[in-house]
């Protein structure tokens, strides 16, 4: 069975820091791409960051760029979003997703975790 497990979601302050960890199983995960993805109330899901199964060249969406940063470790199957200088924009539930390539439309999901970032 393949599973996705978004952890490390939670309230901070405008400035403040947070990392998300995504534990996968039942899948070969060296050989996927996984990527982060959030969903604010009321509007569409955002394709976040992205990193191939070698982190090579990851990709990350424009409002993100210098203060997110992608990585993962493939012995413990787990991908993480660092995330930095937080602002109120930044809340919505956050997924992890995977594929054999980063696409919008991933194969695999987790269940999400909130990130909530207060003014």
């Known amino acids: 069975e393949v599973q996705l497990v978004e952890s490390g979601g939670g309230l901070v302050q405008a400035g403040g820091s947070l990392t998300l960890s995504c534990v996968t199983s039942g899948f070969t995960f060296d050989g996927h791409a996984v990527g982060w993805f959030r969903q604010a109330p009321d509007k569409a899901r955002e394709g976040v960051s992205c990193?191939?199964?070698?982190?090579?060249?990851?990709y990350y969406a424009d409002s993100v760029k210098g203060r997110f940063t992608i990585s993962r470790d493939n012995a413990k199957k787990t991908a993480y979003l660092i995330m930095n200088s937080l602002q109120p924009e930044d809340t919505a539930v956050y997924y992890c997703?995977?594929?054999?390539?980063?696409?919008?439309?991933?194969?695999?999901w987790g269940v999400g975790t909130q990130v909530t970032v207060s003014s």
């Open positions: 997703a995977a594929d054999t390539f980063c696409t919008p439309a991933m194969t695999y």
């Open positions: 990193i191939s199964p070698t982190a090579i060249g990851p």
